[in-house]
């Protein structure tokens, strides 16, 4: 069996999504926003040693975790401890990637291709990007970032190819909404053609990326008025022709977040 385990590296966060509650409020666990301290970062990690079960490891809940002042140093620990995979099998990473230069993207494709551990222990780095135009960027995410993150999320797929990285394999994802939803193409085109340009497999999907490879990722919306939100996910996932018969009723199923 495998556990799902989120350290939490903080709840800050650097930008203001529409489309969530962790920008609307001043704390997310009922105590002022914090970071993780180091002892209790090393002492989480050291305490997996002799677990039964297989632990995937994320070092994110709410928030951004690239903020926390010692994101590097953190991550850099935690694959320095685990030769054998002793303590994680798996660890992934969500990032906005506003906080994402080049020494950090070195580090992480390093780090996932470093030998000791099993190859596919850093498995994949999912960019929340969400928008296309710096415009839409700005509305959806509530910051001027949009221009920053691409710079950030291509310099990162560049460098990948460059130092001979198969990984962490990348998920583009767009959360489908009513004021990005022109957008879909765009971005979808953008990033496929950029990957195919490095020549990587490139999949595109309308549900969590199945398929160990680099993923356009378009997710549907949660909200209040779910079915609308699912409707306008599921026609943009068939204009782009990447949705399945009956996509709206395997949603719900699947669950979106
Ligand atoms: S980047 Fe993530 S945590 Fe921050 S506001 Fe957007 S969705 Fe929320």
């Known amino acids: 069996m495998s556990i799902h385990l989120n350290l939490e590296l903080t709840d800050h ?7 969530c509650s962790q920008s609307l409020r001043d704390e997310a666990h009922g105590v002022p926003h914090r970071f993780m301290a180091w002892e209790t970062w090393r002492q989480s990690l050291q305490g997996l040693a002799g677990m039964e079960d297989e632990v995937h490891l994320c070092p994110h809940w709410l928030g951004e975790p690239t ?13 320095a401890v685990n030769p054998g995979n002793r303590l994680f099998r798996e660890f992934k990473l969500h990032t906005n990637a506003v906080v994402f230069g080049e020494e950090r993207a070195r580090l992480l494709i390093r780090l996932a291709n470093s ?12 960019f929340s990007i969400d928008a296309h135009s710096p415009a839409v960027y700005a509305d959806v995410k509530g910051a001027d970032r949009g221009a920053q993150v691409y710079r950030n ?14 990984r962490p394999h990348a998920t583009l994802a767009f959360v489908v909404q009513p004021g990005n939803a022109h957008e879909a193409r765009a971005f979808r085109d953008h990033w496929r053609d950029l990957l195919r340009g490095l020549g990587r497999e ?12 680099d993923t356009i990722y378009f997710r549907p919306l949660n909200a209040g008025n ?7 996910h599921a026609r943009v996932c068939r204009e782009l022709g990447i949705a ?10 699947a669950e979106s977040f």
């Open 13 to 19: 966060c650097n930008i203001r999504c529409r489309m």
């Open 67 to 79: 903020i926390h002042p010692q994101f590097d140093r953190f991550v850099e620990y935690a694959f």
């Open 115 to 126: 030998p000791g551990m099993a190859a596919d222990t850093f498995r994949t780095v999912h």
């Open 153 to 166: 999320v291509a310099r990162f797929l560049r460098l990948r190819e460059e130092l001979g990285g198969l």
């Open 202 to 213: 490139v999949d595109q999907s309308w549900d969590w990326p199945a398929r160990e490879v």
């Open 226 to 232: 779910q079915e609308d939100m699912d409707a306008l």
């Open 244 to 253: 399945p018969p009956g996509v709206e009723q395997r949603l719900r199923a």
